[in-house]
């Protein structure tokens, strides 16, 4: 079965196991069903250096004018705020974070916030300029990258992000996994006739000889980014099979996001890396949901596929005191609905913000 849409089902709170709104009260970032939230997602800024198919626009995005990016002292005041309210692990992301110029800066600044209790930095990037900045990102204080491939196909990588840098991305991976940090995974989004062909080839590549963590992305809907048309889902069931034609998988459980999974060679070697794969349209995982975004304007989201987002940099820049701030966030997270719309529901929604309203993937930091 390829590329089969999503069934849609009714993500409601009942549905999920989730208690009824209301009902869960507790100290920290709760939203109304008791979902604890803490996981922070920075965009840090909404340019590429790539023009994935599948994240941005063909037309591209417009780019934010300069004082509309939250500067790193604002980024610092709101992280800082979050790590109090209980944010515990934060994740750099973008657009490219390492195209933002200063970005080791950024990192250590957001690196001294384990001194107030966060636990855990990383950053999502696509590698390309990872290797030059390598040194400076561990010296400040990153502990994890999850880095983007999706083919090892020089032409095929064009193909798909409409620039090169096929060899330099697969060279910067296998840096990553030399530099020390406690985690290095690859995120691949699987798309049914595009690299669904690759999906042993890439567990191999990675995470057969190295501790590295494959994971396998079902493609999502945002807006402008070839949903239905040029570009089709391929299931995570799909993504399992294709494995599971060539490779022994015993599953170890859920990390985050990811059905995690040990993988084998049928001659019994043992991958030193494991194998997950993110089901966010055919099996979501809402009901253990804890992240939240800040894009790279300053606006807090609660849900990567809800349209729904509060403006935190007004207020900051008018001189809201932490309290009003936190008051900001805890009304947003209030809005959290159990479960994201079915696929069905969330085209549409897309559809009627329309390209100024509803934000493609790149714009909200993936
Ligand atoms: N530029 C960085 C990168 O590519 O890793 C960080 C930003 S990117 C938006 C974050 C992640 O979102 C990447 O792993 C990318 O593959 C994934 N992504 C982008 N568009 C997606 C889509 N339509 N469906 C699923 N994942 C997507
Ligand atoms: Fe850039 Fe990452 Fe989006 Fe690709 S997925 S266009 S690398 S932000």
Redesign the pocket.
């Known amino acids: 079965m390829l590329a089969a849409a999503p069934a849609p089902r009714a993500l409601t709170a009942e549905a999920l196991g989730l208690p009824p709104p209301g009902e869960a009260r507790a100290q920290g970032l709760f939203d109304r069903y008791g979902r604890s939230h803490g996981y922070l997602r920075i965009s840090v800024i909404e340019k ?1 250096n ?1 023009r ?1 198919r ?2 941005m626009p063909e037309e591209g995005v417009p780019l934010l004018a300069r004082d509309e990016l939250l500067s790193f002292e604002e980024i610092e005041r709101l992280a800082t705020l979050f790590v109090r309210l209980g944010v515990r692990k934060i994740r750099m ?5 390492l195209v933002r110029r200063g970005i080791d800066e950024l990192v250590a600044r957001l690196g001294r916030l384990k001194a107030l209790g966060l636990q855990r930095l990383a950053m ?3 590698a390309l300029l990872l290797r030059q900045h390598l040194p400076a990102l561990r010296a400040g204080g990153l502990d994890a990258v ?3 491939l ?1 083919t090892l196909r020089p032409d095929r990588f064009r193909a798909i992000t409409l620039r090169d840098g096929c060899e330099e991305t697969i060279a910067a991976i296998r840096a990553a996994a030399e530099a020390g940090f406690d985690k290095v995974k690859v ?1 691949a ?1 699987v798309m049914a006739g595009v690299n669904d062909d690759e999906i042993v080839d890439l567990a191999r590549e990675f995470a057969r000889e190295h501790p590295i963590d494959v994971r396998y ?6 807006e402008g ?1 070839h949903w239905g048309d040029a570009l089709k889902m391929f299931p995570a069931a799909s993504i399992r099979g294709r494995l599971e034609e060539q490779l022994l998988l015993s599953p170890l459980g859920l990390d985050e996001t990811a059905a995690m999974y040990q993988a084998h060679e049928r001659d019994g070697r043992a991958f030193r890396g494991r194998i997950g794969i993110i089901s ?1 349209m055919t099996e979501p995982f809402c009901a253990s949901c804890n992240r939240m975004r800040l894009t790279a304007d300053g606006h807090f989201r609660w849900c990567l596929l809800d349209e729904g987002e509060i403006d935190l940099r007004g207020p900051l820049r008018a001189g809201a005191t932490d309290a009003e701030l936190s008051a900001l966030i805890e009304a947003g997270l209030a809005r959290k609905r159990p479960g994201h719309a079915p696929t069905e529901e969330l085209l549409s929604l897309q559809k009627a913000a329309g390209p100024s309203g509803a934000r493609s ?2 714009r909200i ?2």
């Open positions: 590429c790539l994935c599948y994240c992301t973008g657009g490219e974070p999502t990037s696509n999850n880095l983007s999706d995120n989004v992305i079902e493609y999502m809907p945002f980014n966010s993937m790149i930091g993936g």
